[in-house]
């Protein structure tokens, strides 16, 4: 079982690591950022199996830190579009040097 | 022969006045201090200053007056002394005075004493490091007590004449001050019981006469002229380093006393001390103007005339002398270094001889005369008569100050009576001159009397010192390590017989060009013209007086020492016996322990040789010169053919200009300044950093897009690389 829950949990980050490097939408990439989140949480849980609870507990503050961040995220998001009608990230390039 | 350094206490001289040696420079450096602080008061107004500046600047730029020191020449008359002229005429030659007070005791004490070794008096450790430790201390022995004496009491009179020379000039307390520190740094140099001290002497007078070349120095030549002097002298004193670094490496020492004692095992013509010999002989060419670094000295006049006799006479360029002598041992162990010291003073000689048959300026003629009687005193150490050599010295500062000085009220009475018709024309010119004779005939006999002496009439200083250099030459020819070394491969007695000859033809020139001098500065008409004539007078006694002493002096100086053959004439040798202790085993070093010894008729003839050349070339002056025939500078043809090549100095400093400033110039300016400054170090190394950075920015800034993905995928791709670091590696 252990084998094939990292193998999933490798997939589904390889498909959110592709779905950041390809998609431009802000949000689908708030959606593959949280995919491999999760991809981390099912190994950590996979592996409390073997090496005891702590991963679990990890998994809690995983989800926890990460709906912080969707909700600031989403926040920035949702003002960016109110400025520019878009969430488009090809559009958005206010960090450049 | 080795001496050690006495124990101070225990010295003859240590319970006498001499312990306050330490007084002799301190008080000229007090009156530097003193003089030079009310200096830094300014002159209210400009007044006249140097007649000598007068016809030559008259039509100068007087745009910067304000200065207050560069008015010299101006038309309106008002002489505005310094504030505290009064002062500093006090100051000034009142230290030297006592300086020279001071010294006369000391020699009275040493005479008493008869001491055989040097009085050491340490003042306080200086350098102190590693195996080396140098203390600030002097040494008073015969040698420097004659150096001493010649130097505070020539320098006191100078002082004296500066009074009134240099009276009206608004940088007087400068003037003094810089006079005050020069002779301070003379002494040092005498003093100084170690090269690296003497040393300190050494770049110190440089630098006074530097000052005091430039005295005026808003003039560009004038200013020109000290450069040239500074430069020209970093030249030789990097000759004197060397030759101090050679002295360290090898015998470990560089006090004088330490190194007599470190050279008692050193075989005659050793490699080490020929060099370190060749290379202090350098720094003598530099100091005391031999070729071919003699440059400097006649360019050397442009400072106040006083200068020119105190430096270029009397004091500093003889340091030269004094160096060679004070290192007789290291010389007497040089053959080869010895022969190139004589052959070179005796081509100075004659080459500056030549020089001066032709020059009209006034203080022109005495440089070159200068530079040559300096290569009669080298010629006089170059063989190891050192005795000679010093003593030539001497008279040299009492005839030669005094035909400065003279000059110098020559150039007064000229300037002061252009002055008083308002008239510009060179002060200096002898074509301007002529029949001076019946206006200052103080003057002109005590003129006469030091060309008399310079020209080796019998019986006037200059006779005796000068035949005493040429005897000795001759002396040396068979039976001395001189005659036995080769210079070149060319044997020793050979190179003596050629210094010989050549000291010969140089005394036929210098009584020529010295009675030239005389012939048509105060023989035959005047030339000044007739509003002028009247308002030609004696200088005020503040300026003579000096003079006379000099006068006396230069007629009398020979009896010092007087050769035994005319022993009949006085005590013989008493310079002889009493440099002694300091020379006389490096005399005796290159006599093969014998003193040089002529038989009788030999010395007869050179010395009837030596008083029919000098009888012959015043004579020669007097039959084929007629002042008569002389016009004004103005009127006066362009020199032709030979005649002008002699005016123009057989074109050396042109020569230089081409083979050393030019290539130098060119070198400097395509190859360090076009290449490496602005190619090199501008354009690849400051500007090439700038460039390479900003590269490297535009290179980062090309990444920083301000896009997420991009971010994204590099943060990735460092991902992957650390992870494939961990896996693979």
Redesign the interface.
């Known amino acids: 079982m252990l084998a094939e829950s990292l193998a999933l949990s490798a997939a589904l980050f390889a498909i959110g690591?592709i779905g950041?490097?390809t998609r431009?939408n802000a949000i689908i990439?708030f959606m593959c950022i949280e995919l491999m989140l999760n991809a981390v949480n099912l190994s950590l849980v996979a592996l409390s199996k073997v090496y005891g609870a702590s991963g679990e507990v990890f998994v809690l503050f995983v989800i926890t830190v990460a709906a912080a961040e969707a909700a600031v995220g989403l926040a920035i998001v949702i003002s960016i579009f109110r400025h520019r009608q878009s969430v488009n990230?090809?559009d958005?390039?206010?960090?450049?040097? | 022969m080795i001496q050690t350094p006495p124990p101070e206490m225990g010295h003859p001289l240590a319970d006498t006045v001499a312990r306050f040696a330490w007084l002799l420079p301190v008080l000229p450096l007090l009156g530097f201090a003193l003089n030079g602080f009310l200096s830094l008061k300014h002159a209210a107004h400009a007044g006249p200053a140097d007649p000598t500046a007068a016809s030559e600047h008259a039509h100068g730029d007087h745009g910067h007056a304000a200065h207050g020191h560069d008015d010299h020449g101006h038309d309106d008359h008002h002489a505005a002394r310094h504030p505290a002229a009064k002062l500093v005429s006090l100051i000034g030659p009142g230290v030297l005075l006592l300086s020279f007070g001071l010294a006369v005791a000391i020699f009275g004490a040493m005479r008493a004493a008869h001491i055989e070794d040097p009085y050491i008096l340490t003042l306080f450790q200086w350098m102190p490091t590693g195996d080396l430790s140098i203390d600030v201390a002097f040494q008073l022995d015969q040698l420097s007590m004659v150096m001493v004496l010649i130097i505070t009491g020539i320098g006191s009179l100078i002082h004296l004449f500066s009074v009134g020379y240099m009276q009206d000039d608004p940088g007087y307390p400068r003037y003094f001050a810089y006079l005050n520190l020069f002779v301070f740094f003379m002494l040092l140099l005498v003093l100084g019981s170690s090269y690296p001290l003497m040393f300190v002497g050494w770049e110190g007078v440089g630098l006074c006469s530097y000052l005091l070349i430039g005295f005026w120095f808003s003039e560009k030549a004038n200013a020109d002229a000290g450069k040239k002097a500074f430069i020209v002298n970093r030249i030789g004193d990097f000759g004197m380093l060397v030759a101090m670094f050679l002295m360290f490496a090898n015998f470990g020492t560089l006090s004088f006393t330490g190194l007599e004692g470190a050279l008692g095992d050193v075989e005659v013509g050793a490699l080490v001390p020929t060099a370190i010999a060749l290379f202090l002989f350098l720094g003598a060419t530099g100091k005391s103007a031999q070729i071919p670094l003699y440059v400097w000295l006649p360019d050397a006049m442009a400072g106040p005339t006083p200068v020119s006799a105190l430096i270029h006479a009397a004091t500093m360029v003889t340091a030269g002398v004094y160096l060679i002598a004070r290192s007789g041992l290291l010389f007497a162990l040089a053959p080869t270094a010895q022969l190139t010291v004589a052959l070179v003073g005796a081509l100075t000689a004659v080459f500056a001889a030549t020089i001066g048959l032709k020059q009209w300026d006034i203080k022109k003629v005495l440089a070159y005369s200068t530079v040559s009687q300096l290569g009669y005193m080298f010629v006089g150490v170059g063989v190891g008569a050192y005795t000679a050599g010093v003593f030539h010295l001497m008279t040299h500062a009492f005839f030669k100050a005094l035909l400065f000085l003279g000059s110098g009220s020559v150039i007064y009475a000229m300037h002061q009576a252009y002055h008083a018709t308002h008239k510009h024309e060179d002060a200096q010119d002898m074509r301007n001159m002529g029949g001076l004779k019946a206006h200052m005939p103080v003057t002109f006999y005590l003129m006469w009397i030091a060309t008399l002496a310079i020209a080796g009439i019998p019986f006037f200083s200059g006779f005796f010192s000068k035949d005493e250099i040429l005897a000795s030459v001759f002396a040396r020819t068979h039976g001395s390590t001189l005659a036995e070394g080769a210079l070149l491969g060319v044997p020793g007695s050979v190179v003596l017989y050629v210094v010989y000859a050549l000291g010969l033809a140089a005394a036929l020139m210098t009584a020529i060009y010295m009675t030239r001098m005389m012939l048509y500065t105060f023989h035959g008409p005047n030339r000044t013209g007739d509003a002028e004539r009247p308002h030609l007078k004696e200088a005020p006694w503040i300026m003579t007086g000096p003079l006379v002493v000099l006068g006396v002096l230069s007629l009398a100086g020979g009896w010092f020492n007087i050769p035994p053959i005319l022993g009949f004439l006085g005590a013989d040798g008493v310079l002889h016996h009493w440099l002694e202790p300091v020379t006389g085993a490096a005399e005796l070093m290159v006599t093969h322990g014998e003193a040089a010894h002529l038989s009788h008729s030999t010395e007869y003839v050179l010395i009837g040789t030596a008083i029919a050349i000098a009888v012959a070339g015043i004579a020669f002056a007097f039959a084929k010169l007629k002042p008569e025939a002389l016009k004004p500078a103005k009127e006066s043809p362009a020199e032709q053919g030979l005649a002008k090549t002699l005016y123009n100095k057989w074109y050396v400093d042109e020569g230089y200009d081409k083979a050393i400033v030019q290539p130098t110039v060119a070198v400097s300016r395509t190859v360090l300044w076009k290449g490496i400054d602005v190619g090199l170090i501008d354009g690849l190394l400051v500007n090439g950093s700038a460039v390479f950075t900003k590269a490297l920015a535009w290179a980062g800034a090309q990444l920083h897009t301000g896009r997420v993905g991009t971010y994204a995928w590099i943060f990735v791709l460092g991902a992957v690389m650390v992870l494939g670091a961990f896996t693979f590696f």
């Open positions: 690591v950041v490097l431009r990439l990230l090809d958005i390039n206010l960090l450049k040097g």
